[in-house]
């Protein structure tokens, strides 16, 4: 009995030993969300700890995120997180937007369509406005029927499926699968990257075989050659070897790989060892690569991908951001970080475009700000002068990159 | 001996009168709390989930608590529900606009189609003795998810376009929808589910197991459960008995699957939301609240899916603290020294509340 009781009050102690950890810790992190400023040392960002203090009259945009931040694609959320913490920031500091305030808070949904609808319900309860989320498709087509229900402006900045817009209130700063399965083909076809192509895919994820699908249409139409479709899906996505045979023995001389980079790296070392050396051509999912632990990064070596973002170009903004992402979070920022950070300064732009405030209501604001959309174009890290259509389609021009030396670069 | 047989009965109606009541009580408590505006949007938006676990832990407890038999592939019942049902609303959803009819139709087939797929999967597997229901359902799980990933169906002024994992042979025109398309699964499905009928589900699966265990079925259920040679050898038709309680359990998770779809605009087939962690997830509701337990059974598949999302303001370390409160939950229930702790202050206060009445 005594032994019982003191079982108990180790757990106890244990416990709230753990709660005391998670509290300090989440605290920490909603002060990450709310204003790291006090790192950067702009007062004006340090006054917006304590809930807009510092306007006149104490009003502050509420902007919420959703996004992995455990789980499979957890690397995406976070990025995410972090890159639109630093627009909000700098916007902060610079004196807000039309004057007001940027609060932020970030929601995580382990990229799971329930968990999204979750996380957008409490950041309701927190009073959010705008929504810059969410991260991944499947979670978005489930949060997109809410934010419509709500009248709340929505911009997604990567979930690129067609099936996420529509709506009239909801944006995406990133392409449209559709466009980046085009967009691919075109590269290859114009730059004759290549004439028999071999093609392996996730058919159970809705990216992947949502840009497989336009890729094959457009290869077809422009007279590629595609000598092998291989697919694989979430449950067995750790062997490739019998993919890469197929691609070998049809002679393939490009492998399209419109997946994620996880995956990418467990084919490419597969390829290695099995002396087989295409040409890899990837997507946006592709960045990141370099980050994947325990991978030997020489294997990336002359990997080609299509991403609005290649984290050494040269112009100022690009520099800035990469090194500010740098020096707070410690890894190289990628495309989906910097598709955030857009995001946020697109929310910016038209929240000036449409002259609104803080004051006006979650439905009068969206209608207000989706009016606006198609009227601003936006200079970001993704690309210049982009647009938007009333569908919530963006227009902006991929940039293709090549890993060499260890690094992205663009071609 | 009669009487105590007779006291024996009521106790056992009153238990489940207990239950329903519970349930009831729930659903008017919250409405007032809505209609009172207390009630934050996270909770609002979780009343529906959590409906849709009850009910998949009431089917998966009729098979594990009753049948005695181990199920790991619940998720795969559900995913079948979920799909056929909300196929069913995107094909009918034209031609009928009351959302209550839609729902019904919805709830029928995906339910119909749920017990198909159970009585299937029974037929050879419910002959045999020992653990293969366990082996063959989380295979079935898994092939169901995989099958629905290569799916393709689309309808368009041509017909009906039928597709197996080469979903770009179909060339639809311009007012041609998806009905099912592949890995994308089944999107814009009409919001239909709600809080009401979530309930209405629960009581209504609620009655239909309690009068299945206590009918003349269920105790030859209950029989095969604890001698399967005794019996057999009073007549009983083992495999007749044990379809119908896993088809029964099979349709009640698909009932669930249904509820699910039209809760979410998408449903779409991965391992998040049907695959072997969420049918062992199922499995840990039942556990937990009580192998045999419909009320047990609720209240932890209530109390489970709520706990995550209370834990929200610890961030990353939620899911720590969920997996530690799981194992404190389960030693407070399971565990021999923490029955006789909690049998001993019963005790007491049992004496106690004696002591005072006389």
């Not at chain 1, 911009?155 to 466009?179: E, H, R, Y």
């Not at chain 2, 105790?219 to 040679?229: E, G, L």
Request: hydrophobic residues 45%; proline residues 2%; charged residues 15%.
């Amino acid at each position: 009995m005594k032994k019982a009781v003191s079982v108990l009050l180790t757990a106890a102690l244990a416990a709230t030993c753990f709660v005391g950890c998670g509290d300090s810790s989440g605290n920490s992190g909603t002060d990450d969300n709310g204003g790291s400023s006090v790192n950067s040392g702009s007062d004006a960002n340090a006054a917006n700890d304590n809930d807009g203090g510092s306007t006149a009259d104490g009003l502050a945009f509420k902007i919420g995120g959703i996004g992995p931040t455990t789980g499979d694609a957890a690397i995406y959320g976070s990025a995410v997180m972090n890159a639109a913490q630093i627009a909000v920031d700098e916007i902060n500091a610079a004196g807000g937007i039309n004057g007001y305030q940027i609060d932020y808070k970030f929601e995580d949904d382990q990229s799971d369509a329930e968990k999204s609808i979750n996380a957008y319900n409490s950041l309701k309860d927190w009073g959010m406005q705008i929504l810059m989320g969410t991260v991944t498709t499947t979670p978005c087509v489930a949060v997109v029927d809410k934010t419509l229900e709500d009248g709340m402006f929505q911009i997604t900045p990567s979930a690129s499926s067609t099936d996420v817009i529509g709506g009239g209130n909801v944006f995406q700063a990133c392409f449209t699968d559709p466009n980046q399965g085009t967009a691919s083909a075109q590269y290859i076809v114009d730059h004759s990257l290549a004439t028999k192509v071999a093609i392996i895919y996730d058919s159970s994820s809705v990216y992947s075989s949502g840009i497989e699908a336009t890729f094959v249409q457009e290869a077809e139409a422009k007279g590629l050659e595609i000598v092998a479709e291989e697919a694989f899906t979430a449950d067995s996505k750790t062997d490739f070897s019998t993919q890469l045979q197929k691609a070998q023995s049809a002679g393939a001389d490009l492998v399209f790989l419109p997946i994620y980079y996880a995956e990418a790296s467990i084919i490419l070392t597969q390829a290695n060892s099995m002396g087989y050396e295409p040409t890899f051509f990837g997507v946006d999912g592709m960045d990141g690569i370099l980050g994947v632990e325990n991978f030997d990064t020489s294997l990336a070596e002359g990997v080609m991908l299509l991403t609005p973002f290649a984290a050494d170009a040269q112009d100022d903004l690009t520099k800035a951001f990469v090194s500010t992402y740098q020096e707070k979070y410690g890894d190289i920022p990628n495309q989906f970080a910097a598709d955030a950070y857009d995001a946020i300064y697109t929310i910016k732009a038209v929240v000036e475009a449409a002259n609104a405030t803080p004051d006006m209501s979650v439905s009068e604001l969206g209608t207000a700000l989706s009016g606006a959309m198609t009227q601003i174009s936006v200079d970001g890290l993704t690309g210049e002068g982009m647009t938007w259509q009333e569908s919530g389609e963006v227009s902006k021009a991929p940039k293709a990159v090549v890993i060499k030396d260890g690094a992205y670069t663009a071609m | 001996m009669a009487k105590s047989t007779k006291k024996l009965i009521k106790k056992t109606t009153a238990n489940q009168l207990i239950t329903l009541g519970m349930v009831v009580a729930v659903y008017i408590v919250v409405q007032i709390m809505i209609a009172a505006g207390v009630m934050s949007s996270l909770m609002q938006g979780l009343l529906v989930p959590m409906c849709t676990y009850s009910i998949v832990a009431i089917g998966l407890n009729l098979c594990v608590g009753y049948l005695g038999e181990l199920s790991i592939g619940h998720a795969g019942f559900m995913c079948v529900g979920a799909f056929s049902g909300a196929f069913c609303t995107k094909l009918l959803a034209g031609t009928i606009s009351n959302h209550v009819v839609l729902f019904l139709a919805a709830l029928l087939v995906g339910t119909a189609m749920a017990a198909l797929s159970g009585f299937l999967v029974g037929i050879p597997v419910l002959r045999l003795r020992g653990d293969y229901l366990a082996i063959v359902t989380l295979a079935f799980g898994e092939i169901i998810k995989n099958i629905i990933n290569v799916l393709y169906i689309a309808k368009d002024t041509d017909g009906f376009h039928f597709a197996i994992s080469d979903g770009n042979s179909i060339r639809l025109s311009e007012e041609g929808v998806w009905l099912i398309n592949g890995a994308k699964g089944i999107t814009k499905i009409p919001h239909l589910s709600s809080f009401t009928a979530g309930v209405i589900l629960i009581l209504l699966f609620l009655i239909v197991v309690y009068n299945l265990v206590n009918s003349r079925s269920g105790r030859a259920i209950m029989a095969i459960r604890d001698n399967r040679i005794a019996a057999e050898s009073v007549g009983i038709n083992i495999t007749k008995f044990k379809l119908m309680a896993f088809t029964i359990s099979a349709a009640i998770a698909g009932a669930g699957g249904v509820l699910y779809a039209h809760n979410l605009s998408t449903v779409t087939a991965t391992p998040a939301n049907f695959g072997y962690n969420m049918s062992i997830m199922i499995l840990v509701f039942v556990v937990l609240g009580g192998i045999g337990s419909f009320r047990g059974s609720i209240i932890a598949a209530v109390l489970l899916t709520l706990l995550p999302e209370v834990l929200r303001g610890l961030s990353d370390y939620r899911m720590l603290i969920y997996s530690i409160v799981l194992i404190a939950v389960m030693l407070f229930n399971w565990a021999p020294k923490c029955i006789e702790f909690r049998q001993k202050v019963m005790a007491r206060l049992k004496k106690n509340a004696g002591k005072e009445e006389a």
